[in-house]
């Protein structure tokens, strides 16, 4: 076993979803932060475990032949791009692969039929995000007096540092759209002008602490919503007049503004407060996937790359198998994007999401779309199938649920809680879609269908999160 501090070479055969070079050397397994697929690396050991070591590289000794110059001037800064300095083709391969072995290792199937990874195209492989979540920092560089404090530093505005709370200013990200980073550099020149104080983690002070910024890349309409430690932001008039004139000039249109307070101290996974207020323009911004309409407000999940989720909807319309009369129970449905995608193929959709303001939009979405054969309802999947199935509610989702030909399940990265999969398997539709952007939690709640009369028949990866370790798939099963 290695020491720490020692000193070794060995070539990177593999990259995990959090960007680490894989490789052995005396037939232990390392794992190293950065590096590409062949490179052969010096790496210094960093930590040493039972079974496995942590290395930094030190020098890249033979650079492999998938190694490009970085996307961008963050690439290494940056928690986002761990694909920045590898090439398209290897990153395609490298998703399909983790794919593939994540369904046998962790979902113990043999020889799982993987489809052909979904790749993005020539012209969409940069700025397809519709989405930006950035923290707004003071970078630490503070002055206390009297209990107030004072940035001595210029606002950061952009992202965190892998596996940190750090903040690395961006003024131009590869990812995001030209409106985020346009309402971004806005908002770091207003908070200059002004005074206005950034949030500082360390001492829980600062006014403003987020920034989301939400592009519609179908009707070019812009939302901005900031989280901040207060009641208000001073002058906001003039903020919100530098946003449109910044987000105009980058070829796009601001629409809505919206504030959302948070005292409390961070959470994780918690960035609004528990109210959003509108301050300026609409509540939702219109966006389209294909030929629906829908409406998005600040909370709403919905795919962050527009391209790719048509792509992803596409596979989700050909696993379902709808020939126009299926009943379908759209579980975590978000705005209801997936189901009502579906709709014109369907006989009756009923949607479930924990997010009210998501319900709100879904149902609207289906109104606004003349979509008549869909019902949203408000809950915890877990909670409302069980009950649904039990005969509780109202009769006609009663019924549309316990009657389900099709369940389409996409949760969060933490995948399926398990009493709902027992519900499902209670219900024993014909088919199951489900839609997961962790390949691991996807192969785990696979295994646990497998094991309740269903059978895996395929998957197909979408890259939805291009030079990032994130990969969304499509998965079918089908009742034995």
Same mark, same amino acid.
């Given at each position: 076993?290695?020491?720490?501090?020692?000193?070794?070479?060995?070539?990177?055969?593999?990259?995990?979803?959090?960007?680490?070079?894989?490789?052995?050397?005396?037939?232990?397994?390392?794992?190293?932060?950065?590096?590409?697929?062949?490179?052969?690396?010096?790496?210094?050991?960093?930590?040493?475990?039972?079974?496995?070591?942590?290395?930094?590289?030190?020098?890249?000794? =033979?650079?492999?032949?998938?190694?490009?110059?970085?996307?961008?001037?963050?690439?290494?800064?940056?928690?986002?791009?761990?694909?920045?300095?590898?090439?398209?083709?290897?990153?395609?391969?490298?998703?399909?692969?983790?794919?593939?072995?994540?369904?046998?290792?962790?979902?113990?199937?043999?020889?799982?039929?993987?489809?052909?990874?979904?790749?993005?195209?020539?012209?969409?492989?940069?700025?397809?995000?519709?989405?930006?979540?950035?923290?707004?920092?003071?970078?630490?560089?503070?002055?206390?007096?009297?209990?107030?404090?004072?940035?001595?530093?210029?606002?950061?505005?952009?992202?965190?540092?892998?596996?940190?709370?750090?903040?690395?200013?961006?003024?131009?990200?590869?990812?995001?759209?030209?409106?985020?980073?346009?309402?971004?550099?806005?908002?770091?020149?207003?908070?200059?002008?002004?005074?206005?104080?950034?949030?500082? =983690?360390?001492?829980?002070?600062?006014?403003?602490?987020?920034?989301?910024?939400?592009?519609?890349?179908?009707?070019?309409?812009?939302?901005?919503?900031?989280?901040?430690?207060?009641?208000?932001?001073?002058?906001?008039?003039?903020?919100?007049?530098?946003?449109?004139?910044?987000?105009?000039?980058?070829?796009?249109?601001?629409?809505?503004?919206?504030?959302?307070?948070?005292?409390?101290?961070?959470?994780?996974? =918690?960035?609004?407060?528990?109210?959003?207020?509108?301050?300026?323009?609409?509540?939702?911004?219109?966006?389209?996937?294909?030929?629906?309409?829908?409406?998005?407000?600040?909370?709403?999940?919905?795919?962050?790359?527009?391209?790719?989720?048509?792509?992803?909807?596409?596979?989700?319309?050909?696993?379902?198998?709808?020939?126009?009369?299926?009943?379908?129970?759209?579980?975590?449905?978000?705005?209801?994007?997936?189901?009502?995608?579906?709709?014109?193929?369907?006989?009756?959709?009923?949607?479930?999401?924990?997010?009210?303001?998501?319900?709100?939009?879904?149902?609207?979405?289906?109104?606004?779309?003349?979509?008549?054969?869909?019902?949203?309802?408000?809950?915890?999947?877990?909670?409302?199938?069980?009950?649904?199935?039990?005969?509780?509610?109202?009769?006609?989702?009663?019924?549309?649920?316990?009657?389900?030909?099709?369940?389409?399940?996409?949760?969060?990265?933490?995948?399926?809680?398990?009493?709902?999969?027992?519900?499902?398997?209670?219900?024993?539709?014909?088919?199951?879609?489900?839609?997961?952007?962790?390949?691991?939690?996807?192969?785990?709640?696979?295994?646990?269908?497998?094991?309740?009369?269903?059978?895996?028949?395929?998957?197909?990866?979408?890259?939805?999160?291009?030079?990032?370790?994130?990969?969304?798939?499509?998965?079918?099963?089908?009742?034995?």
């Amino acid at each position: 076993m290695f020491e720490k501090g020692q000193l070794i070479e060995f070539e990177i055969t593999d990259i995990s979803d959090r960007g680490q070079g894989i490789g052995k050397a005396d037939g232990i397994t390392v794992f190293v932060n950065g590096g590409v697929i062949g490179d052969v690396v010096h790496a210094e050991i960093t930590k040493v475990k039972k079974r496995f070591c942590f290395g930094k590289v030190v020098e890249v000794k =033979e650079p492999s032949k998938h190694r490009i110059e970085p996307i961008c001037d963050y690439a290494g800064d940056c928690g986002g791009c761990v694909f920045a300095q590898t090439d398209y083709e290897a990153q395609l391969a490298v998703k399909e692969k983790h794919v593939y072995d994540s369904l046998t290792r962790i979902g113990g199937l043999t020889n799982p039929v993987v489809e052909k990874i979904e790749r993005m195209p020539e012209d969409f492989e940069f700025g397809y995000r519709n989405k930006a979540t950035m923290p707004i920092s003071t970078g630490g560089n503070i002055k206390r007096k009297g209990g107030i404090i004072e940035n001595l530093d210029s606002p950061k505005i952009g992202f965190y540092r892998s596996r940190s709370h750090e903040v690395v200013d961006c003024t131009d990200c590869a990812l995001q759209s030209p409106a985020a980073m346009a309402a971004a550099e806005a908002t770091r020149q207003f908070m200059e002008e002004d005074n206005i104080t950034a949030w500082d =983690e360390k001492w829980q002070q600062g006014l403003m602490r987020h920034m989301i910024v939400r592009t519609a890349f179908a009707t070019d309409e812009v939302m901005v919503t900031y989280v901040i430690n207060g009641k208000g932001i001073p002058n906001v008039e003039k903020l919100i007049g530098m946003l449109d004139e910044a987000i105009y000039e980058a070829g796009y249109s601001l629409e809505s503004v919206n504030i959302s307070t948070k005292k409390d101290k961070t959470v994780a996974g =918690e960035i609004y407060g528990q109210e959003i207020k509108n301050i300026a323009g609409k509540p939702v911004i219109t966006d389209y996937i294909g030929d629906v309409k829908f409406e998005v407000s600040p909370r709403s999940f919905y795919q962050v790359n527009p391209y790719m989720t048509e792509k992803l909807y596409d596979t989700v319309r050909e696993y379902a198998g709808l020939t126009g009369g299926e009943n379908i129970l759209d579980l975590y449905c978000g705005v209801g994007s997936i189901g009502l995608y579906c709709a014109d193929k369907a006989g009756f959709i009923l949607g479930v999401e924990a997010v009210k303001e998501a319900v709100i939009d879904a149902n609207r979405n289906a109104v606004i779309n003349g979509i008549v054969n869909a019902r949203y309802i408000c809950g915890k999947a877990e909670e409302e199938l069980p009950k649904l199935l039990a005969g509780e509610g109202d009769e006609q989702l009663v019924n549309a649920a316990k009657n389900a030909d099709v369940v389409i399940l996409d949760p969060p990265r933490a995948g399926c809680d398990e009493r709902l999969l027992d519900a499902v398997a209670e219900l024993a539709p014909e088919r199951i879609v489900y839609v997961s952007c962790d390949p691991a939690t996807l192969a785990r709640d696979i295994k646990l269908l497998t094991e309740k009369d269903f059978k895996f028949v395929k998957a197909k990866p979408h890259d939805m999160f291009g030079w990032t370790g994130h990969i969304e798939t499509a998965a079918l099963l089908s009742r034995v």
